[in-house]
């Protein structure tokens, strides 16, 4: 089954940094790869995905790239505010109808 | 719509006690997703249906846990008998395939003591 490795899994920048999460991913079949945000004490929510077709996808101040070579893709926040503290979590899933895996989470602490 | 709804919000029991977790998936989703979260261990899949029937429940951890979805419109996640570990919040998730977002209910946190 796929595996999706997340790094780090805590991350302090100062606002208005750039901050970059990592993932790996181990099933060469998957082609579907979002992003979810988790505020403290709130439920996911999707604020990016990325499909296999694509190299990078942005919207705003966020942006995913993706490596499929590589099979790892990336998250890119610019212009970091303190409401991007959360935790955020990758996934991926393939046409097979596998099942959403995700990663292990990294919590984006950003300092005033 | 108002999202995925479960319920309820929070529970706590004790050691040993039966816990049912209920949840209203988005009208029309044809996948119902259950998530547990734990420190640990993040965010597992523990079932998911596609169309009311169970596709995988290879995450589900023992046979103290079973899910039913009846219909369309509802899906329980049972556990019995109640055990510490099982402590956790359990998200449900709805979605139109899975390879599109997965939207979340609010999840149901669960202290078992």
């Known amino acids: 089954g796929e595996n999706v490795e997340q790094h780090p899994s805590t991350l302090s920048v100062q606002e208005g940094d750039s901050a970059v999460i990592k993932c790996t991913y181990s099933?060469?079949?998957?082609?579907?790869f979002p992003w979810y945000k988790q505020e403290l004490g709130k439920r996911p929510q999707l604020i990016i995905d990325i499909r296999s077709n694509v190299g990078e996808k942005k919207d705003q101040r966020i942006a995913v790239t993706l490596n499929k070579t590589a099979k790892h893709f990336s998250l890119h926040i610019t212009e970091t505010q303190p409401e991007d503290s959360a935790v955020y979590f990758c996934?991926?899933?393939?046409?097979?109808?596998?099942?959403?895996?995700f990663g292990g989470g990294t919590r984006l602490m950003v300092k005033p | 719509d108002a999202g995925v709804i479960q319920s309820p919000r929070h529970e706590v029991t004790e050691m040993g006690q039966e816990v049912t977790l209920r949840c209203k998936p988005i009208?029309?989703?044809?996948?119902l997703f259950w998530y547990r979260q734990t420190m640990m261990r993040g965010l597992e899949l523990l079932i998911y249906?596609?169309?009311?029937?169970?596709?995988?429940d290879s995450g589900m951890p023992e046979d103290r846990f079973s899910a039913k979805m009846p219909n369309a419109s509802f899906s329980t996640l049972k556990i019995q008998p109640s055990e510490p570990r099982d402590s956790a919040v359990y998200f449900c998730?709805?979605?139109?395939?899975?390879?599109?977002?997965?939207?979340f209910g609010q999840g149901t946190r669960l202290t078992v003591v």
């Open positions: 099933d060469s079949a998957s082609n579907y």
């Open positions: 998730a709805s979605g139109w395939d899975v390879r599109t977002e997965a939207f």
């Open positions: 249906f596609n169309n009311n029937v169970p596709i995988d």
């Open positions: 996934a991926a899933s393939n046409n097979a109808g596998n099942m959403l895996t």
């Open positions: 009208s029309g989703h044809d996948y």
